[in-house]
Each structure stands twice: as C-alpha cells, then as structure tokens.
C-alpha cells in the first residue's frame, strides 16, 4: 500500500476484496487512535466477511462505543444477532 493510510483508502481496498490491505490500513489508523469508530466498524465489516462473527461483534460494539451514534454499526450487530439465532427448524428435527 503506497497510500497515506484512511478511511477511503480502506473502504476501496474492501470494496476490490483486498481484506488484508485493508487491515493493514486500518490498523495503523487504529494505532494512532483507538476510539476511531469508523475504523473500528470497517473492521468489524472485515472480520464479518471472513466469517469471524464473534470478532465483527466485538468491532462493531467497539464503534458504539466509541460513538454511541454509529447507526452502521447498530445494524452490523442486529443482522449478525439475526444470523447468529437463525434456525431451521426442519433441519433440526424432520
């Protein structure tokens, strides 16, 4: 990465697929500021898409933190609750 670490710098690294750029990236930005929630939710879009749940959880409950107005990050940890509690019931028992 030849770039200036930033948030859009990060977001088109996700966009072409390029996770662990993208992490990269936004890992340095975490490292001069912790309590960037945009950062922290492109990171819990990350840990989503790899299927690291758990992880993309805690991201986004970071970035809440950080801002409790990150409405991205509210419905990041809805959807991921919605899949996390799915269940086919004829699946389960036919």
Known sequence: MNQKPSISVAKVLIDG????????????????????????????????????????INYYNAALEANPGNKAAESGIEMLNEILAYRNTDLINP
């Open 17 to 56: 697929f390029h996770l662990s750029e993208a992490k990269i990236c936004l890992e340095q930005l975490l490292s001069e500021n912790n309590k960037d929630d945009q950062a922290l939710y492109l990171m819990g879009n990350i840990a989503r898409r790899e299927g690291h749940f758990a992880k993309a």
